[in-house]
Antibody, heavy 117, light 108 residues
């Protein structure tokens, strides 16, 4: 089966760090751009970051630039999001997503990140 | 940044009725790289339409997308009970990729 499975979410204090992981299976992970998209409780979708197949290009939404880093390990079929200097407004379900070019077709089920003291 | 504005915020309709959702972009979406997603409570979004008017794999033909440039629509020809959900448009033409605020289609 083609799937994406996120992990690493949890409760963290403001100013803290967290690393999310996404394990891909059932497709050629290394051939696809990959994204992180988040959704705050009761709110809409917000795109966070995207990374090229070989990791040579990365783009971020302004609100996370300098704090979040997207990366991938194609040998492990895995996508990551390193989140530093976390704020209350980063509280959300974080989805790993990929597809054709920048179009997101396949989504994981998400992992919840809660930033609170 | 391309800002996407969806309207209406909420659409109250009955099963069997036609739903028309709008997505307006603050500037032209290159190559009409505009997608529509459906999201139900507790679930991840599901791609319905890509490149403004192409149906994704497995999507029923009661869903159709149209428009170009800055004005796009998603039409559900006859609402089925499983179609009551929140719908989002997204442009994937330029960074930052952006989503609209969503339209909730609820049972009247």
């Amino acid at each position: 089966d083609v799937q994406l499975v996120e992990s690493g979410g949890g409760l963290v204090q403001p100013g803290g760090s967290l690393r999310l992981s996404c394990a891909a299976s059932g497709f050629t992970f290394s051939s696809h751009w990959m994204n992180w998209v988040r959704q705050a409780p009761g709110k809409g979708l917000e795109w966070v970051a995207i990374i090229k197949q070989d990791g040579s290009e990365k783009y971020y939404v302004d609100s996370v630039k300098g704090r979040f880093t997207i990366s991938r390990d194609n040998a492990k079929n895995s996508l990551y999001l390193q989140m530093n200097s976390l704020r209350a407004e980063d509280t959300a379900v974080y989805y790993c997503a990929g597809g054709e070019g920048w179009l997101t077709i396949l989504w994981g089920q998400g992992t919840l990140v809660t930033v609170s003291s | 940044e391309i800002v996407l504005t969806q309207s209406p915020g909420t659409l109250s309709l009955s099963p069997g009725e036609r739903a028309t959702l709008s997505c307006r972009a603050s500037q032209s979406v290159g190559r009409n790289f505009l997608g529509w997603y459906q999201q139900k409570p507790g679930q991840a979004p599901r791609l319905l339409i890509f490149h403004a008017s192409s149906r994704a794999t497995g999507i029923p033909d009661r869903f159709s997308g149209g428009g170009s440039g800055t004005d796009f629509t998603l039409t559900i020809s006859r609402l089925e009970p499983e179609d009551f959900a929140v719908y989002y448009c997204q442009q994937y033409a330029s960074s930052p990729l952006t989503f609209g605020g969503g339209t909730k289609v609820e049972i009247k």
